[in-house]
C-alpha cells in the first residue's frame, strides 16, 4: 500500500519537472528521461531506505511499541484511567486481546467497509444492470469526445489566467479571428529588386495575402511620379533620396537594410508583412500557409523566412492530435509485448490491455469535452495516464485471474478485500495532492489539474465499479478449480480400511 504511493508521488514529482518542452518530440524525450531516473532512484529508495523503515515499523508492531514515540504501548486498563486525548495518541487502535494477532489490517475500517458491505453490494443482481449502462454512458461520450478533438496552439494556455496578455488574446479572437497573425516575410539575402523577373516572383509569393510592403509602395510611388528605375543605381538612389524622405513612407527606413561598399548602396536584407484572411478555422489555415510557403523558401531564387511569434506555438502543435494517440497505442502495445513476455496469467494480461485501453480513450474523450486541448501538458498527462492505470488494475486483475474460488463472484471479492484498501487510498492521496493546483493562476496547471484529475477518477471507476461487475459475467471461468477441489475433496473422503488378522496384535492398516 505505501509502495503505491510512493511510486506514483514520484512519478507525479518527475512529471511536473519534464511539463515544459519545446517540441512534441523533445516532450517525450524529456518526459521519458525524468521517468526513467525516477524509476531508477524510487526502487533505489525502496530498497534502501524505505524497506529498512518498513522492517523497523514492523518490529514496532510486533512488540507493540509506539509507531512515532516507540515506547512501549500501555495496557487497555492504563489506557482507560487515563483522559481521551492519552487514550488517542497512544493507543495503536488495535485490540490487545492477542499479542501476536495474525492480521491486523483486517480491522481497518475501510477494509472492513468494503469486506462487509461493498463487496455484497456491487456484487448485487440489482446493480450489475445498472453498472453496465453507466459504463455505457461513460464510453459514449468518450467516444464524442475523441471525435472533437482538436490542437491547443493557442497561446492563451500558455499564459496565467490573470495576464493582460490573455486579455488580448481573447479579443483578437473574439472580434479580428478572420485574420491571421501578421506574418514577418524576411528576405535575407542581397536580390535585384529593380528585376521585373523579381518583381513577379514577389507578387507571386504574396499572392493571397493583404501586404503592408515597402516593395508595393515603391512600385506604386514610381509608377504615380513617372520615373524609370530600371537599373540598381536609380533603383537605390531614388529609393533614398526620393521616396523614404516622404513622410508618409519615412516608417519603411526600419524595414530596408542597407551596405555601403565604396561609393555603391547596396540592398542587403529586407522585409514585408503578410496578412491572411482566414475562417474559423483559422489554426489549420495557418499551418497549412507555413507548410506552402516554406518549401518556396528553399526551391525559389528569393532567400527568405517567415516568421509570427506565435508560430513557435504553431510548430509545436501541428501534429498534436495525432502524435498523442500513436504514442499512446505505442503504449499500450508495448504494454501487450512485455507483459505476454513476463506472462502471469494470458487472460489477465488480455483483460489489462482492455481496461488500460478503456481509461486511456475514456481521458481523452472527457478532458476534450472539458474544454482541454492538446498541449504539452495533455500530451504527457496520456502518457503518464497509462502508468497510473497499470499500477492500478494489474493487481486487481491478476488476483482475480488467479484465485482458485469457486464463482467468478468470490474471486473478485477476494481482489477487492486483498488491493481493494490500497487502491483507495492511493487515488485518494493523488487526488488530494492535485488541490493545490487549483490556487495556481495558470491556465496551464488548470489543463493540469483537469487531466490528472480524470486520470484518477477513470481509474477509481474502472477499479471499484466497472471491473468488478464485467469480470464476474466475463472469463475467465472456474469450471477448472472446481473440478481440481473436487478431486481433492474425494481424495480425503478415501475410507482407511482396517483389517484385523487372528493374531490381535498383528494389525494390517490398508
Known sequence: MVTYTMTSSLYFITFGMGASPFTNIEAVKIFCQNMCVSILLNYFYIFSFFGSCLVFAGQLEQNRYHSIFCCKIPSAEYLDRKPVWFQTVMSDGHQQTSHHETNPYQHHFIQHFLREHYNEWITNIYVKPFVVILYLIYASFSFMGCLQISDGASIINLLASDSPSVSYAMVQQKYFSNYSPVIGFYVYEPLEYWNSSVQEDLRRLCSGFTTVSWVEQYYQFLKVSNISANNKTDFISVLQSSFLKKPEFQHFRNDIIFSKAGDENNIIASRLYLVARTSRDKQKEVIEVLDKLRPLSLSKSIRFIVFNPSFVFTDHYSLSVTVPALIAGFGVLLVLILTFVLVIHPLGNFWLILSVTSIELGVLGLMTLWNVDMDCISILCLIYTLNFAI?????????????????????????????GTAILQNITSFLIGLVPLLFVPSNLTFTLFKCLLLTGGCTLLHCFVILPVFLTFFPPSKKHHKKKKRAKRKEREEIECIEIQENPDHVTTV
Do not use: G, M, W
Open 391 to 419: 499500477d492500478h488494475c494489474a493487481p486487481l486483475l491478476y488476483t482475480f485471474v488467479l484465485a482458485t474460488e469457486h464463482t467468478r463472484t468470490q474471486c473478485i471479492k477476494r481482489s477487492l478485500q486483498e488491493h
